[in-house]
């Protein structure tokens, strides 16, 4: 994952130390306004598929050979495969654009200033997920985010010769839908899973607005989101031998899903608000 600090650290001294268009240090009212910049490569390491071969609804089990042989051995990555064996590689998961629209209200109490701001934005990450069985097949989970509602306050301390910038630190609801995706290079089993989910958490980071005139501020944050995302499931079934692995504990096949519940996001973003 790339660092995202030291670049919100050299965006944020750049615009305090740009020349204001107007000395307005009141805070207090309502903005309109958005958000654009990068996110960071979700960060998976360790991520792994559980397996229910019997379908009691404990995921932990091995899938395992007619010889009884770990059906999953050669292992797994955080990716999209490029192959059916680890040989072959996999592409690895990838950041992109962020962007979204805001709203809130701040009141200004000296230097402070209290907030609270409402968002719904979208973004390019994706993470993968990739396990490769004997066979050799590769079996890929994909999920992106499809919509990222947010509600958090905010609390800052205003400074400057007229008050004019604001450095704050902001917290608070993250929701997203997320967009799954499942495919295997496996022929002979069928897969079938339960489709998008929505995932809850929190969302925090900080962040330094300027105002450049009456009407008008811009800013750079840094916002990191933390979503639980557990409900996605796929079912491995047949048609198929009945010595195949998927079918051999239960003839209905095979549950399996990520043993890393937690979608986690950073993002590095330039803001504008009309405020009024």
């Not at 209290?114 to 968002?119: D, I, L």
């Not at 400057?160 to 022929?187: D, I, P, Q």
């Amino acid at each position: 994952m790339n660092a995202p600090l030291p670049r919100l650290l050299v965006l944020a001294a750049a615009l305090i130390a740009a020349p204001a268009f107007a000395q307005s240090g009141e805070w207090t009212g309502g903005y309109v306004g958005g958000h654009a910049g990068v996110v960071m490569d979700p960060d998976d390491n360790g991520d792994r598929f559980l397996f229910d071969t019997n379908l009691d609804g404990a995921f932990g089990d091995t899938v395992r050979t007619v010889a009884g042989a770990d059906a999953f051995s050669p292992g797994a990555c955080d990716g999209v495969a490029r192959g059916p064996t680890p040989g072959d590689g996999c592409e690895g998961n990838n950041g992109g654009a962020d962007w979204g629209a805001r709203a809130g209200y701040d009141w200004q109490v000296g230097t402070w200033v209290f907030g609270v701001v409402g968002e719904l934005g979208m973004n390019d990450a994706r993470d993968a997920l990739t396990a490769f069985s004997t066979t050799p097949a590769s079996y890929t989970a994909v999920r992106k985010i499809d919509s990222l509602a947010a509600l958090r306050a905010r609390v800052g301390i205003a400074f400057g010769a007229g008050s004019e910038n604001l450095a704050y630190v902001t917290g608070g609801y993250a929701r997203a839908k997320v967009e799954n995706a499942f495919f295997s290079s496996n022929r002979v089993n069928t897969f079938t899973d339960n489709g998008d989910s929505d995932a809850s958490g929190a969302q925090f980071g900080i962040g330094v607005e300027r105002r450049i005139n009456d009407a008008w501020a811009v800013g750079v944050e840094y916002v990191s989101t933390r979503l639980e995302d557990d409900e996605f499931r796929v079912r491995a079934g047949g048609p198929a031998p009945a010595t195949n692995p998927f079918i051999l504990a239960n003839a209905n096949g095979t549950d399996f899903r990520r043993s890393d519940d937690d979608f986690d996001l950073d993002s590095v973003r330039v803001t504008a608000a009309y405020r009024f």
